[in-house]
């Protein structure tokens, strides 16, 4: 395999009080992502790839040790940044790779026009493929939610706050502004993630600390497929 950094990564189910409790904690000392809005928040856009039997889903829901995910990815609704991300999990660390993509890529990609993605200099792009030729992996479904950051340099940490988690179902047209979906929890769940290298600061632990919540193994994408 070749040389990859994997990261812990730990999710919670948190709700208003917590959100509103550990947001005080982390406003204190961490930094905000540079390209937040006005309120600290960014919208993010995920196109998830799945095979014709489902793998990606089925490995995911059965606790498949190592396994790896595919999406195309736009934030705040900007075509003129979109990235192709592969997130691979192995013994329960988390590696994430990705290469820019054009909204004429995009398209392309979501018609089944993939001729030129062998050509590509960028090896992510060549191995999404090699996976839809030889995996028959496609274009799955929309998942849209609100994300906001922290960001804490020792331990390379960051903690994300998401909320209003939605899926476009079966849709594919992650251009398509007034794409409808559909809730996926009720408007008061909100998922924490907390990322970091080799340790988790005390001060971050201590911050993000609330009664009652384990980490979970949940799954935007797994959420998302409830709903078909």
């Not at 691979?88 to 004429?104: E, F």
């Not at 839809?132 to 340099?153: A, G, H, N, Q, S």
């Not at 600061?201 to 609330?210: G, H, K």
Request: some cysteine; aromatic content about 10%; overall charge positive.
């Amino acid at each position: 395999m070749e040389n990859l950094q994997f990261r812990h990564e730990l999710k919670y189910y948190i709700n208003m009080a917590d959100y509103l409790t550990i947001k005080s904690r982390l406003s204190a000392f961490a930094e905000r992502d540079l390209h937040v809005n006005e309120d600290g928040t960014y919208k993010i856009r995920s196109l998830y790839f799945e095979t014709p039997n489902d793998r990606v889903l089925r490995e995911k829901v059965d606790g498949v040790n190592n396994r790896e995910k595919f999406r195309i990815r736009m934030y705040n609704d900007d075509s003129s940044f979109i990235r192709l991300e592969k997130k691979t999990k192995i013994n329960g660390y988390c590696n994430k790779m990705d290469a820019p993509v054009t909204q004429d890529q995009c398209k392309r990609l979501i018609a089944g026009d993939t001729a030129w993605m062998k050509e590509s200099e960028h090896a992510l792009l060549v191995e999404l493929y090699a996976k839809m030729k030889f995996e028959l992996l496609r274009p799955k479904t929309v998942v849209d939610y609100i994300r906001e950051p922290f960001i804490y340099k020792p331990g390379n940490t960051r903690i994300t706050l998401d909320s209003q988690i939605t899926t476009g179902v079966h849709a594919k047209d992650m251009f398509n502004a007034d794409l409808p979906t559909v809730r996926t929890h009720g408007t008061n769940i909100i998922i924490m993630e907390v990322k970091y290298d080799e340790y988790l600061p005390e001060l971050i632990r201590n911050s993000v600390r609330v009664q009652n919540r384990k980490n979970t193994a949940f799954s935007k994408y797994a959420v998302a497929r409830m709903f078909g």
